[in-house]
């Protein structure tokens, strides 16, 4: 028989539509495969001699009777590795014929097996060296079966030669041949023998008659027809169990019942070798029915010397199997407690990847776990309101459960006396680790505090000899971390409140009350211009606690919370505790507002009066725990503490530390301790430091997050409640130069007005106001003074650095806007000095300068922007800016409104926050209220803008500029 050459590509068609039929050899890499026409059809396919063609002898089936007759047909013969594109391309080629399409399947599935590796070494029945697919696995089999299924005769029709009468294949059988062909094809390479040496990879066979048993060791087991598992039988474990179901103790000293072997007594557990057919994987016996001839025809006749070898095998992976291997039958394994210990860890593993599975009974419960638990300790109260009392503490114990059940102390006591791998709880058998036994004598971890008892709670793990454990509350704390965590619904607005809240501003209301109401504290994050101050009024009013509620916030603002107070809740006593004369005598509910300098000097006597609530505004005053300030805040008592800031952080997290532990103290620890758990790991994560540190940011998170209400305007639901502009009035105070340079000239200017009329008078009244106006944006401005010393002589400029830092920590861009160039550039010179960037432009700045500044503006190289009113409130379009302050006031809003449209124009995608600066007592202020209560005046003013004060008569003029001191 000869082969032809490799078919044309024309050629290729012609032959798939031919059937196709495996021809085996010996070795199996000389297998051929024939496509032959059932038809008897030549097949005149080009080769480099020309249409050539073999024969072939088929067997064909005739009648319904399953007569088979032999028949010489013509053929084109291919060795496998050429035949492989052809079948692999038949496969999913409609036109090929069925029996081709059939052993293109098995080709793809002989590749795949090939490409993972699975082949075995073995041996011919002559002793020649050959590859063989395997270990074939159930699905290998399942897929064999199903091929060969489909396979139609024409694809099995090689007569077999020593069958009498003729019979067509097995079509199984012949497919199984097809894979050891293949297997036994690829590996051998031209360079394999060079590489590996001729046996097992050079084509021509090698003969190999001393390997025998070497290549019957090596493949038995896998491909030699059987599989070995281990069945663990834990009955006459049980009868040794020293316990009772209810964890009675039995007598360590009975004697076992009469169906218990002598091995069992010994051992108490066995293995039960069992036996896997790997032609049909559900056929499984004990090897004691293998033995004594009870398994049946799919073993085969090898069944006994293949599982011997595959226990060897298998004892390499673990030792005690060797015992079976001494013994007569090795059908059950004698196991002792540390041998059970293996099985459960690391050698069933090893066992398992080496093809020998181990099978525990279905009823062993593997869901054996413990959990650090938190409740209260026996003899506490456990209702919310006495959570903080200092005598309250809380029991810290492992508790171990079943399942989702929680073990009894009896069944706790049972584990812990535990001396084996397995035990009987609650009628099943569970897998016992050391590590849990080892919990379960030592599960009282100690008593913990009520905050680290919540922060436990909150966190959900703990730290138990230096690790980090999964922990639980129970009882009244999980209550109280549900309440804490709960975010379920907005509050109504209080009665009282003359405002309209928005959604987020009712969350941060119901927020703030539930954290009060629980005696603990908070910080409210929000960013600048979401009516932090409104929430806080609304809060208060809710709360409507007897006592008075403490403010303390920069001087600057103290002006900003009366009048905002004043607005919301008309009728809410309102106390200034500031300045010379000042008392808390008889300061009842209401609001009392002090500032951070008062509070510090004042701290004792501040202290000594009865608070329902403390806030502190701009918190960020006291991010230095260190500081003073911060010290002097510690020591005022109050049921619940707020803290609002816009910048919770600014630089590191010892500035968060510093707000949380004075709104609830001891929350996150000793600094020390919270520097070195938490800080440092989450300031550098993302850092070669710090990776893999995602853990410790969570626990941070989950720990700081139900203190901490942060609202971004870039948030979901934030932004799109806001209106398009906010507008807010911030009355500043005068310093004490200021009020005296402002009476005097009130009281010099006004002697001269009085005596005058006309153009001289109306005159007289400008340089007034415009001196008023200067004295109430910074004495040196008015005193013509240059920018050496400026710092603590304004209350507007100490408001503006407030602004400036909340704005530019937020990484915002700002616009700010004065009527004087000489403010201006003392403006300009006091930033400098405080190394914040900005840039100043007025009339006298050239065209080309002023688009450069625009640019350097719009590119965020500038965060600060200066600009005159007059010069700059046109014509320009700024839209980098999210705020503009308007230092001093125009009295004319449409002026104003021109220059906030610098930035609150098209193009514009942020809410744009305006700030008007008004110096409060003062023609300022008086103007800002006619603006709003006096529509007339307001008409004239936005006619003609300030000539039209000249008009008023002396009286009038003497009430609009006076000076009226806060009460």
């Known amino acids: 028989m000869t082969t032809a050459a490799p078919p044309q590509d024309a050629d290729e068609n012609r032959l798939l539509r031919c059937a196709a039929v495996f021809l085996p050899g010996t070795p199996p890499r000389q297998g051929r495969i024939a496509f032959w026409d059932p038809g008897h059809t030549p097949l005149p396919i080009a080769t480099d001699g020309g249409a050539r063609s073999e024969e072939i002898t088929v067997v064909r089936p005739y009648g319904e009777e399953g007569e088979v007759r032999r028949h010489t047909v013509p053929a084109f013969l291919l060795p496998v590795a050429e035949a492989l594109p052809l079948l692999a391309r038949a496969r999913h080629l409609r036109s090929a014929h069925p029996a081709t399409r059939c052993w293109g399947a098995a080709a793809l599935h002989a590749l795949h097996l090939v490409a993972g590796g699975r082949m075995l070494p073995g041996l011919t029945a002559d002793d020649y060296d050959a590859w063989r697919a395997g270990p074939r696995d159930a699905g290998d089999v399942a897929h064999l079966r199903a091929v060969a299924a489909a396979l139609p005769w024409e694809g099995h029709a090689v007569p077999l030669p020593d069958r009498t009468p003729l019979h067509l294949p097995d079509p199984e059988a012949l497919i199984g041949s097809f894979l050891d062909a293949v297997a036994d094809t690829l590996p051998r390479t031209p360079a394999a023998a060079f590489a590996m040496g001729a046996p097992f990879a050079a084509p021509e066979p090698q003969h190999l008659p001393g390997a025998r048993e070497w290549a019957v060791e090596v493949a038995s087991g896998l491909d030699a027809g059987v599989r070995v598992s281990l069945r663990l039988d834990l009955s006459a474990y049980e009868l040794f169990d020293t316990t009772g179901p209810a964890g009675e103790e039995r007598d360590p000293e009975a004697t076992a019942p009469e169906t218990a072997s002598p091995s069992a007594a010994r051992h108490a557990a066995a293995a039960v070798t069992q036996v896997h057919s790997l032609a049909d994987p559900t056929h499984v016996v004990d090897v004691a029915a293998l033995w004594a001839g009870e398994a049946g025809e799919p073993f085969g006749p090898r069944a006994r010397v293949d599982t011997a070898l595959a226990l060897r095998r298998a004892a390499r992976v673990w030792a005690p199997l060797e015992r079976l291997l001494d013994q007569p039958v090795p059908d059950v394994l004698a196991l002792g407690e540390d041998e059970l210990y293996e099985l459960l860890g690391d050698a069933g593993a090893r066992l398992s990847a080496a093809g020998v599975s181990v099978h525990w009974p279905r009823e062993l419960a593997r869901s054996l776990t413990a959990a650090a638990v938190v409740r209260p300790a026996p003899g506490t109260a456990t209702d919310g309101t006495s959570f903080f009392d200092a005598e309250q503490l809380f029991a810290f114990n492992w508790q171990l459960s079943l399942g989702d059940e929680q073990l009894t102390e009896a069944e706790m006591d049972v584990l812990a006396e535990a001396h084996r791998p397995v035990v009987r709880l609650r009628d099943q058998w569970v897998v016992v680790d050391p590590a849990l036994v080892r919990k379960a004598r030592k599960r009282e971890l100690g008593l913990l505090d009520p905050v680290d008892a919540l922060a436990v709670a909150l966190t959900g793990s703990a730290e138990v000899d230096g690790e980090q454990v999964e922990a639980v509350p129970l009882g009244a704390l999980a209550q109280l971390r549900t309440r804490i965590l709960t975010d379920d619904a907005t509050l109504a607005p209080p009665p009282g409140l003359h405002a309209t809240l928005r959604d987020y501003q009712l969350r941060g209301l119901a927020w703030l009350d539930r954290m009060t109401s629980l005696g603990l504290g908070g910080c409210l994050a929000d960013d600048m211009g979401l009516g932090k101050t409104i929430t806080l009024i609304a809060l208060h009013l809710h709360r409507a606690h007897p006592a008075p509620t403490l403010v303390i916030c920069p001087a600057s603002l103290l002006g900003n919370w009366h009048r905002e107070i004043n607005r919301f809740a008309p009728g809410v006593p309102v106390r200034r505790f500031h300045g010379t004369g000042r008392t808390l005598a008889g300061a009842g509910g209401g609001f009392v507002l002090t500032t951070y300098g008062t509070m510090r000097s004042s701290a004792a006597e501040l202290a000594a009066h009865g608070w329902g609530l403390v806030v502190a505004d701009e918190a960020q005053h006291v991010k230095n725990p260190h500081s003073s300030t911060a010290k002097a805040l510690r020591t005022i008592p109050s049921p619940a503490r707020v803290a609002l800031t816009g910048t919770p952080v600014e630089n590191n997290l010892s500035e968060l530390w510093a707000l949380l532990d004075w709104t609830t103290p001891g929350l996150l620890g000793p600094l020390k301790a919270f520097r070195a758990r938490h800080a440092r790991i989450v300031e550098n994560t993302g850092t070669a430091a710090g990776l ?117 920590t937020e990484d915002g861009s700002v616009l700010v806007f004065t009527q004087y160039v000489t403010m201006a550039r003392l403006l300009s010179a006091h930033l400098a000095a405080r190394a914040i960037p900005s840039q100043l432009l007025h009339g006298g700045t050239p065209v080309p300068e002023r688009e450069r500044m625009v640019d350097r503006f719009q590119s965020g190289e500038v965060p600060v922007f200066l600009l005159s009113l007059k010069a700059a409130g046109t014509g320009l379009n700024l839209t980098r800016a999210a705020h503009v302050i308007h230092y001093d006031r125009w009295w004319n809003p449409a002026v104003e409104e021109q220059a906030t449209d610098r930035a609150y124009r098209i193009g514009q995608t942020q809410p744009v926050q305006v700030h008007r600066l008004i110096a409060e007592g003062t023609v300022e202020d008086r103007i800002g209220e006619m603006l709003l209560a006096k529509r007339a005046l307001a008409d004239a003013v936005l006619g003609t803008g300030e000539s039209a004060l000249t008009e008023l008569s002396d009286r009038d003029l003497a009430d609009l500029v006076s000076l009226r001191r806060p009460s």
């Open 692 to 808: 893999g540190n995602d853990e410790a940011v969570e626990r941070l998170s989950r720990l700081v997050r139900p203190f901490l209400l942060r609202r971004k305007k870039s948030d979901p639901g934030i932004a799109p409640e806001l209106p398009p502009k906010t507008e807010t009035d911030h009355p500043v105070f005068l310093t004490r130069e200021q009020v005296t340079l402002y009476e005097a000239t009130v009281r010099e200017t006004m002697a001269y007005i009085e005596a005058s009329e006309g153009i001289a008078r109306r005159g007289l009244i400008m340089k007034l106001l415009a001196s008023l106006k200067q004295i109430c944006n910074h004495p040196a401005q008015y005193l013509k003074e240059d920018a050496a010393r400026l710092t603590g002589r304004s209350g507007k400029l100490a408001l503006l650095d407030e602004l400036l830092d909340t704005i530019l």
